[in-house]
């Protein structure tokens, strides 16, 4: 009996021990887990505050070249063509601070020990090749291609997540990665959310609309417009002239001097064609917070009006031991204690760079994926022509998958059916691409 019971005792001794080592194991790489993602985690974050020094720099830069040009035409109304040579001097700031910032981000990332992004030099550069600058300087084009093959001659640990397409207010499903990854994991409930209308309706390709083109912004680009008006004619909007004096009293300049007697404050009608460019910014990409992501902003508590504005964000994505992080920072600041962005004039006034949450950030990918991008450029145009989902990557096949009756249907049915039952995640969710969702 008792040899009995001490063999019993045995194999209870063994289970337990056997538990605990599978305990262990456990622990060990959830352990291991944790520190990859933390240190994608650094990486990132350090990366994305990086890139973002250089919007600032570059925002700072474009307000005082804004200034001068004010300053230079108050002294002397007939400076049209020292005005036209700062604007295109504002212009090439617009290019080389975006590239500058990726290349600091860039560094960053490699002294954070982040691994080498496969196929992300190529990529830039291709995108590079094609991007067109309207408006701008003659030439443009071909420095901002020059600019990007150095910041993308060797491989880059570093991947800057700005949106690629033209028209971000008239979202296709066809340039939405949730939208792929939903049929390919059979998850009906996003459509419940996002897309049910569209699943019951949907008869063929053509259904999607028509697929916005590639941007030709610059990467991490500072979303500014132009703006031609006479000095006087700028000065009309309420408030500009008080900005714009104490930005200059900010730097130690002289105020701007009121416009001689014999000059009225609103141009006449043969001098409106004397008018000059400035730097503005662009109010489809610029505005607040809350406009741009209506119930959806990952912010509690109440947004100061200084710091409610959403525009020039910039988003990084970076890679260490196959853990994926996106982070995203942005320049904030004020002018005479005002929001930077209030009349609309380019003042600078940027003195700080902070973390954002990524789902109030200017984002466009959830995080580099070679695969992704090149089915944005090649099978997707292809596939809105012809509705030929021909590729052999995974986003084709779920396409194919989309297209099969019998999916969708199965689709509705589960959804009439149970859709009451799916439950919203919150706004960034669990992504597999990582990255501050709510902010830091």
Excluded at 115 to 143: M, Q
Excluded at 315 to 321: G, Y
Aim: a negative charge; one cysteine or more.
């Amino acid at each position: 009996m008792g040899r009995a019971r001490a063999g019993q005792a045995v194999v209870l001794l063994l289970a337990v021990l056997v538990a605990l080592a599978a305990l262990a194991l456990w622990v060990t790489d959830i352990r291991a887990y944790a520190l990859r993602r933390l240190r994608a985690r650094d990486g990132g974050d350090a990366a994305a505050l990086a890139a973002a020094r250089w919007q600032a720099a570059g925002l700072n830069l474009v307000g005082e070249l804004n200034l001068i040009q004010a300053y230079m035409l108050a002294d002397d109304r007939q400076n049209l063509e020292a005005a036209a040579a700062l604007h295109e001097l504002r212009q090439r700031v617009q290019l080389t601070a975006p590239v500058l910032g990726l290349l600091a981000a860039d560094a960053v990332a490699e002294a954070n020990g982040m691994d080498e992004l496969e196929g992300a030099d190529a990529f830039l550069r291709e995108l590079a090749d094609e991007a067109v600058f309207r408006d701008f300087y003659p030439g443009a084009d071909e420095d901002f291609r020059a600019m990007v093959r150095i910041a993308a001659a060797k491989p880059l640990r570093a991947f800057p997540a700005s949106p690629i397409y033209e028209d971000s207010e008239h979202p296709n499903l066809l340039v939405n990665q949730d939208f792929y990854e939903a049929i390919l994991a059979d998850d009906w409930c996003w459509f419940w959310f996002n897309a049910y209308p569209f699943l019951q309706r949907y008869t063929n390709h053509r259904d999607f609309g028509a697929v916005p083109d590639l941007s030709t912004e610059p990467f991490l680009g500072l979303r500014l417009g132009a703006l031609e008006a006479t000095l006087d004619g700028l000065l009309t909007a309420e408030g500009r002239e008080a900005a714009m004096n104490a930005q200059l009293a900010d730097l130690g300049h002289p105020i701007l001097p009121p416009p001689p007697p014999d000059e009225p404050w609103s141009p006449p009608v043969e001098e409106r064609a004397a008018t000059v460019r400035w730097s503005v910014y662009d109010p489809g990409r610029w505005g607040a917070w809350e406009a741009m992501r209506p119930g959806n902003l990952p912010i509690e508590g109440e947004l100061r009006e200084e710091y409610d504005y959403f525009g020039a964000s910039a988003a990084i994505s970076v890679s260490r031991d196959d853990s994926t992080w996106l982070a995203a920072a942005k320049a904030f600041g004020s002018v005479a204690g005002e929001n930077p962005t209030a009349h609309g004039l380019v003042l600078g006034g940027f003195d700080d760079v902070r973390l954002i949450p990524v789902d109030a950030a200017d984002v466009g990918i959830r995080g580099f994926d070679v695969a992704w991008l090149r089915h944005l450029r090649f099978h997707v145009p292809d596939y809105a022509r012809s509705g030929f989902a021909d590729g052999a990557c995974r986003y084709c096949s779920a396409l194919r998958t989309w297209d099969n009756p019998g999916w969708r249907a199965r689709a509705i049915r589960w959804l009439e059916r149970n859709g009451h039952t799916c439950r919203r995640p919150r706004p960034g969710g669990s992504s597999s691409s990582g990255g501050a969702s709510y902010g830091h």
